[in-house]
């Protein structure tokens, strides 16, 4: 089955722990995609990745990173989490930067 | 400052009626729109999509129309059923130029009624 796989679907965390959300896809997409939906705010792109190796900041790259070793794998990084990080974190794939994209679960994220 | 908006929070039909969906953008660059449905605790899901050389894209119930020159797209859900209710994104993007991201609405919760 076609799919986007996030992990951890929820997760609390302290203040200041290293924390990484998985991502993978088997689509052999080359465009991935990282978001956070917060009430009122919709939407909003992190990162995202045109290809292995090649990534750029989008909307609310702040406290975040991500990396592209395969096409596959696209982790987000939360050095040093905060508070403002609570949010539910989307990853998505498209074969292309000019499709519609498939989303993941979604990771529900506390940092206390 | 918003590109893309929903300017409906929320929306609610009884089944069987037409819902219809509203969204207005402000970049005459846009030349891609789609729109994505989302259900609680599920990532959203690609509904439909329509090039900007079209007006009108149809599949099943469900059919979105666009008017370039007001700048405003629609999303209709004939006959509406319980199932759709959910939380309905209208997103954009310009396919050609420097800046390809994908640009989004907040959204609209349709809450469809037995």
């Known amino acids: 089955e076609a799919q986007v796989t996030q992990n951890p679907r929820y997760l609390i965390t302290v203040t200041g722990k290293k924390l990484t959300v998985t991502c993978s896809q088997n689509m052999n997409h080359e465009y991935m995609s990282w978001y956070r939906q917060d009430p009122g705010l919709g939407l909003r792109q992190i990162y995202y990745s045109m290809n292995v190796e090649v990534t750029d900041k989008g909307d609310v790259p702040e406290g975040y990173k991500v990396s592209r070793k395969e096409k596959r794998n696209f982790p987000l990084i939360l050095e040093s989490p905060s508070p403002n990080q609570t949010s539910l974190y989307f990853c998505?794939?498209?074969?292309?930067?000019?499709?519609?994209?498939?989303f993941g679960s979604g990771t529900r994220l506390t940092v206390v | 400052d918003q590109q893309v908006k929903q300017n409906s929070p929320s929306l609610s039909v009884q089944e069987g009626r037409i819902s219809i969906l509203n969204c207005d953008y402000t970049?005459?660059?846009?030349?891609?729109f789609l729109w994505y449905k989302k259900y609680p605790a599920e990532g959203p899901t690609f509904l439909i999509s329509?090039?900007?050389i079209k007006d009108k894209n149809e599949d099943g119930r469900f059919t979105v129309f666009l008017n370039k020159s007001a700048k405003h797209l629609s999303l209709h859900i004939v006959p509406s059923q319980p199932g759709d209710s959910a939380v309905y994104f209208c997103?954009?993007?310009?396919?050609?130029?420097?800046?390809?991201?994908?640009?989004w609405g907040l959204g609209t919760s349709l809450a469809v009624n037995p």
């Open positions: 998505a794939s498209s074969l292309s930067d000019s499709g519609g994209y498939t």
């Open positions: 329509i090039s900007s």
């Open positions: 970049n005459s660059m846009f030349d891609y």
């Open positions: 997103a954009a993007k310009s396919r050609t130029g420097n800046n390809r991201k994908l640009i």
